[in-house]
């Protein structure tokens, strides 16, 4: 099969989109089949830039279109490379804010129709709109209601033969639109390796357990849990015994100082690494005892850091900040998370808890796709 993906941005390691494309356009080259990738907004790059972008050892072609260019422009060029590629497929990986920059691209599906006029569209919804919870101020419930509209529209104008998402959430969200959408899980964004990294013995985790690592990596969300989680782990460690270290790695933001303040008031130790290849996350993660999400729960299926934990072995604890649906829906708890609360640490760091199995890896996301692609041809 050949597939075309469309994304916002497909600067490595600064858009998890782009990233998923990668891995996941590699995986299908790995298999046999032909892919490439077209990023529509890019605001990486100020000219157009053609060429391949490596995704475990695999080339993928990539045409990146610089933000700074007309719609008009950008779609243009787009729709010469679809056509020349002649995708069998067209997959568009939407996320609203990655095609414009106050979320609100209206004259997408516009230009979508008329670039894969006659080709089969796919669509995965990594995102919907804000305001769909409680906790979201006015002006974000304005922007949501908009961002339904489009997000209707471009259904309609392109009319996909499948469509998918990967948080039962947004299912339930899409179905109001009069849009059946698929489940299809998120693989992690670190694959995972067989070896240590060199240089990764910065942090030193025993294996026992009066030694518990927490590892929070990727971008922090704002929490209003980062005092209490503290507070009980300090008071958990001094009346068990238990050594405490809190590993922060990659970009995490600047709600990362919250924590690292925290943590080191309680005294408790921290290790903050910074950016790190794939690799050295991947043996950080490995040797850890827990991966931290700040994630809300109700949105934990969408984070590709938590995926990686899971791919891992870990157990997540998930401190995001309330997040509750304006939708009254049912939300059943993924497999492999835990859910803090104020009082409950202790609970979240039990160690007599089986070992997470997650089977949502890079191949299997990938047969997924082609088995509901080709159904629904």
């Known amino acids: 099969m050949k597939i075309i993906f469309l994304c ?23 298999a046999g089949h032909y892919a490439s990738a077209i990023s529509l907004y890019d605001q990486h790059v100020h000219e157009a830039y053609f060429g391949d972008q490596l995704s475990d050892s695999k080339a993928l072609s990539v045409l990146r279109l610089p933000s700074v260019w007309k719609s008009s422009k950008r779609f243009a060029r787009a729709e010469q490379w679809v056509n020349e590629f002649n995708p069998d497929c067209i997959s568009l990986q939407f996320v ?19 670039l894969g006029r006659g080709k089969k569209w796919h669509i995965m919804f990594h995102e919907l709109w804000v305001g769909m919870d409680y906790e979201a101020p006015i002006k974000f419930r304005i922007l949501g209601k908009a961002q339904q509209f489009i997000i209707k529209s471009l259904i309609n104008l392109i009319q ?18 009069g849009a059946t959408a698929h489940s299809l899980p998120l693989f992690g964004n670190i694959p995972v390796e067989n070896v240590d990294s060199e240089n990764c013995n910065s942090v030193t985790i025993a294996d026992t357990s009066r030694s518990v690592s927490l590892v929070l990596f990727g971008n922090i969300h704002q929490s209003s849990f980062v005092q ?17 270290t809190l590993v922060l790695v990659g970009r ?20 903050v690494l910074g950016e790190q290849s794939p690799s050295y ?8 005892t827990f991966g931290l999400a700040t994630t809300p729960t109700a949105l934990i299926e969408k ?25 009254k829906i049912s939300l059943k708890l993924p497999d492999g998370i835990v859910v803090y609360t104020p009082g409950n640490f202790k609970d979240c760091v039990a160690l007599n808890i089986a070992p997470v199995s997650n089977e949502n890896t890079v191949s299997f996301i990938a047969e997924r796709l082609l088995s509901h692609l080709t159904i629904n041809n």
């Open 8 to 30: 916002g941005s497909l600067e490595p390691g600064r858009d998890g989109i782009g990233d998923y494309v990668r891995r996941l356009s590699g995986e299908l080259l790995r």
């Open 96 to 114: 609203p804010f990655a095609f414009h920059k106050k979320g609100l691209p209206y004259n997408m599906g516009k230009h979508l129709s008329s």
């Open 160 to 177: 996909p033969r499948v469509i998918h998402t990967q948080t039962h959430l947004y299912q339930i969200q899409l179905s109001k639109l």
């Open 228 to 244: 209490p989680f503290t507070d009980e782990a300090a008071a958990y460690a001094q009346t068990t015994g238990t050594s405490l």
């Open 252 to 271: 995490c933001g600047p709600e990362a100082e919250h924590w690292v303040s925290a943590w080191k008031a309680a005294g408790l130790t921290v290790e």
């Open 281 to 288: 996350i991947s043996a950080i993660l490995r040797k850890a």
């Open 303 to 327: 984070s590709g850091t938590a995926a990686a934990m899971k791919e891992h072995g870990l157990r997540v604890i998930c401190a995001g900040r309330p997040w509750h649906p304006r939708t």
